[in-house]
């Protein structure tokens, strides 16, 4: 029969990294009949034999002793100076609930109103809790795992959150038929209607989503197709901007030099003028229906004209273009 020093041998059985770990694995495997088990309120403790659970203890201060816990009969047994001794592995559980996990992706998604493809980026966190900590030991002892970090848990989900983050956001923003941009704006609605199906994927390991967030997403300020869509935008912002103030600026400024001009004496005529150039430059939809005008108006026209580039009003190439849009409709009658 194999020998055990007894300084391998534990008689008091305790989680000694506190809460810093999801899992945390006894290094020592073999314990006297009698030993001292401590479980604190926030963990549980799990006795493993070759890879099957045979019992699982809640919070509490237990004494190992055959007469208690008739399962240590099933443990292999051993006998070390006299002294009864079982073989067993012994993994403490935490049940409080994990700090933040961050997660973060990048997706290539076309946008649904502008149809080009547009990179994307989302980040955001989620909490968990140990609901089955049998189930979540059974689930992760075939990976062999010893010692298990909250933040190592993020390896065991990460491919599969990705997958189904994509995927739901892809669905939703089609849905929607909204542009990205709207989109990144309702980061609440999205995190509701992510949640359930992660939290489905982390309770098949005995854990619980309590929750999860989006908390931001960002099309890439390198994307090339937005930023040719961006440069398209501000050239016809400009010219909408151009159109609307071109004919305000030209009619405040000369009013202005008309008003400051002595010289010019028939202000009604060049009202009639400076009406008369408005309706030029409007659009067809916005100028309205011509009305039949008299030879007379037209000449007057002519007049005012004439004084206005005398005063220095208008230059020489501007008062032969107004001449010539009065003469064609003068002849046009």
């Given at each position: 029969?194999?020998?055990?020093?007894?300084?391998?041998?534990?008689?008091?059985?305790?989680?000694?990294?506190?809460?810093?770990?999801?899992?945390?694995?006894?290094e020592?495997?073999?314990?006297?009949?009698?030993?001292?088990?401590?479980?604190?309120?926030?963990?549980?403790?799990?006795?493993?034999?070759?890879?099957?659970?045979?019992?699982?203890?809640?919070?509490?201060?237990?004494?190992?002793?055959?007469?208690?816990?008739?399962?240590?009969?099933?443990?292999?047994?051993?006998?070390?100076?006299?002294?009864?001794?079982?073989?067993?592995?012994?993994?403490?559980?935490?049940?409080?609930?994990?700090?933040?996990l961050?997660?973060?992706?990048?997706?290539?998604?076309?946008?649904?109103?502008?149809?080009?493809?547009?990179?994307?980026?989302?980040?955001?966190?989620?909490?968990?809790?140990?609901?089955?900590?049998?189930?979540?030991?059974?689930?992760?002892?075939?990976?062999?795992?010893?010692?298990?970090?909250?933040?190592?848990?993020?390896?065991?989900?990460?491919?599969?959150?990705?997958q189904?983050?994509?995927?739901?956001?892809?669905?939703?923003?089609?849905?929607?038929?909204?542009?990205?941009?709207?989109?990144?704006?309702?980061?609440g609605?999205?995190?509701?209607?992510?949640?359930?199906?992660?939290?489905?994927?982390?309770?098949?390991?005995?854990?619980?989503?309590?929750?999860?967030?989006?908390?931001?997403?960002?099309?890439?300020?390198?994307?090339?197709?937005?930023?040719?869509?961006?440069?398209?935008?501000?050239?016809?912002?400009?010219?909408?901007?151009?159109?609307?103030?071109?004919?305000?600026?030209?009619?405040?400024?000369?009013?202005?030099?008309?008003?400051?001009?002595?010289?010019?004496?028939?202000?009604?005529?060049?009202?009639m003028f400076?009406?008369?150039?408005?309706?030029?430059?409007?659009?067809?939809?916005?100028?309205?229906?011509?009305?039949?005008?008299?030879?007379?108006?037209?000449?007057?026209?002519?007049?005012?004209?004439?004084?206005?580039?005398?005063?220095?009003?208008?230059?020489?190439?501007?008062?032969?273009?107004?001449?010539?849009?009065?003469?064609?409709?003068?002849?046009g009658?």
């Amino acid at each position: 029969m194999q020998q055990y020093s007894s300084h391998h041998i534990l008689s008091a059985l305790r989680n000694d990294r506190g809460g810093q770990l999801l899992i945390y694995k006894l290094e020592e495997v073999d314990f006297n009949n009698g030993s001292v088990l401590t479980v604190s309120p926030s963990e549980e403790a799990i006795f493993v034999k070759n890879g099957s659970i045979v019992q699982v203890f809640p919070n509490g201060r237990y004494e190992l002793v055959t007469e208690n816990y008739p399962f240590l009969g099933y443990l292999r047994y051993i006998l070390s100076g006299g002294i009864s001794t079982f073989h067993c592995s012994i993994y403490f559980v935490s049940l409080q609930q994990s700090p933040e996990l961050l997660w973060g992706t990048s997706m290539m998604m076309r946008d649904p109103v502008q149809k080009i493809v547009t990179k994307v980026f989302v980040r955001g966190g989620y909490r968990i809790r140990v609901e089955n900590g049998t189930k979540l030991l059974l689930s992760l002892l075939g990976m062999g795992v010893r010692n298990v970090a909250f933040e190592e848990i993020r390896q065991y989900f990460g491919t599969q959150f990705t997958q189904n983050i994509i995927s739901i956001l892809s669905e939703t923003m089609s849905r929607n038929n909204e542009e990205i941009l709207s989109t990144c704006t309702k980061l609440g609605q999205l995190s509701q209607q992510v949640f359930p199906q992660l939290a489905n994927i982390v309770s098949e390991y005995g854990l619980r989503l309590e929750n999860f967030s989006i908390s931001a997403m960002e099309i890439a300020q390198d994307d090339p197709n937005r930023f040719i869509l961006e440069q398209a935008y501000a050239k016809i912002r400009e010219k909408e901007l151009l159109d609307k103030d071109y004919n305000t600026i030209k009619n405040m400024d000369i009013q202005t030099n008309a008003s400051k001009n002595e010289g010019f004496g028939n202000l009604a005529g060049a009202a009639m003028f400076i009406n008369s150039e408005m309706k030029k430059n409007e659009t067809p939809e916005q100028a309205p229906k011509p009305t039949p005008q008299k030879n007379e108006g037209g000449i007057e026209k002519l007049k005012v004209l004439k004084a206005m580039q005398d005063a220095g009003l208008i230059s020489e190439e501007e008062y032969n273009s107004c001449k010539d849009a009065i003469l064609k409709q003068l002849i046009g009658k």
